[in-house]
């Protein structure tokens, strides 16, 4: 079973820029949805970004036009390019292999995920 970790987060201010990079023990190459989530405090975790293995591409209305999710299968890598960071992105974020048909997560494994904050 692959294994994903999470990295790049950080503290950044209102209206700044972060790239969280997923890198897989193994090969994604198959795997045919993976998927951004995030955790704030006190709410459940929710879909941020998704990408099919043909590239298609998913995103909750909250993040539209300011982040970009990408996947580089040659490297086992999944990308997720935030821009315009506001307050209410802060929260845990985590990747993993999602439904491509439903975007829910594939799986109950998580890996640690990684903080992003959002503030002045």
């Known amino acids: 079973q692959v294994q994903l970790v999470e990295s790049g987060g950080g503290l950044v201010q209102p209206g700044g820029s972060l790239r969280l990079s997923c890198a897989a023990s193994?090969?994604?190459?198959?795997?045919?949805?993976m998927g951004w989530y995030r955790q704030a405090p006190g709410k459940q975790r929710e879909l941020v970004a998704g990408?099919?293995?043909?590239?298609?591409?998913k995103y909750v209305d909250s993040v539209k036009g300011r982040f970009t999710i990408s996947r580089d299968n040659a490297k086992n890598m999944v990308y997720l390019q935030m821009n315009s960071l506001k307050p209410e992105d802060t929260a845990v974020y985590y990747c993993?292999?999602?439904?491509?048909?439903?975007?829910?997560?594939?799986?109950?494994?998580w890996g640690q995920g990684t903080q992003v904050t959002v503030s002045s």
């Open positions: 993993n292999v999602a439904n491509p048909y439903n975007w829910d997560p594939a799986r109950d494994v």
């Open positions: 193994g090969s994604i190459f198959s795997i045919i949805a």
């Open positions: 990408i099919t293995i043909g590239l298609i591409t």
